[in-house]
Structures are given as C-alpha cells and as structure tokens.
C-alpha cells in the first residue's frame, strides 16, 4: 500500500518561511510528477507548484519568486520551501504524486498539513 505523508507545517510570522516535506512509501515502482496544492477554508483546492521526475518546475502564480519546490528521487521525497509568506497563504496544504506500482499506476494524495500565516 501507498502513502504520501506531509510535515513542516504549523503556525508562522508574516514574511516568514517554512519548509514542508512529503515522503511516499510502499510498493513504488516509479515516482512520477510530484506536487502541491491548497485549500483554504470555504475555497476549492488550488495547484502550488508540481515537479516532474527530471525536475521541471511549474507554479501558482500568486506564489512565484517565493515558494520553491524541489525533490529527493533516492529519498521519494519532494519538499516546498516557502519563503516571504502572507496571510493568504493560510491553508491545509496536500502532496500529491502520480505513483506506478507493480499493481496500477494512479495519483495519490496526502492527508494534508496545516499552514497558518498570522501574526
């Protein structure tokens, strides 16, 4: 069975940053595309940023220039630093990742962790 589980959430300054982390365990045979997404509260889930296997990068443009996503291929891991944070960036923030397994090959998703931007 698969999972994907988030960390590096919790509560931080305006203009401050966090670093978020999604490790994908299970019977993977290969990880592809990777990203992130948001939903704020009474909003719909929205993309962040993806990244693919070879690194190719794409973003939200209400956060380019701040956040940065990146990933560990020999960890299964991608990570979102997120720098210069504002309040609207307040939100429950999911990883996703489009998995192959020796069974199927189908988009998981995370339980989600939590982003406050307030002072």
């Known amino acids: 069975q698969v999972q994907l589980v988030e960390s590096g959430g919790g509560l931080v300054q305006p203009g401050g940053s966090l670093r978020l982390s999604c490790a994908a365990s299970?019977?993977?045979?290969?990880?592809?595309?990777m990203g992130w997404y948001r939903q704020a509260p009474g909003k719909e889930r929205e993309l962040v940023a993806t990244?693919?296997?070879?690194?190719?990068?794409n973003y939200a443009d209400s956060v380019k220039g701040r956040f940065t996503i990146s990933r560990d291929n020999a960890k299964n891991t991608v990570y979102l630093q997120m720098n210069s944070l504002k309040p609207e960036d307040t939100a429950a923030y999911y990883c996703?990742?489009?998995?192959?397994?020796?069974?199927?090959?189908?988009?998981?998703w995370g339980k989600g962790t939590l982003v406050t931007v307030s002072s």
């Open positions: 996703n990742a489009e998995i192959i397994t020796p069974f199927d090959g189908k988009d998981y």
């Open positions: 299970g019977s993977i045979f290969r990880l592809n595309a």
């Open positions: 990244i693919t296997r070879g690194g190719s990068t």
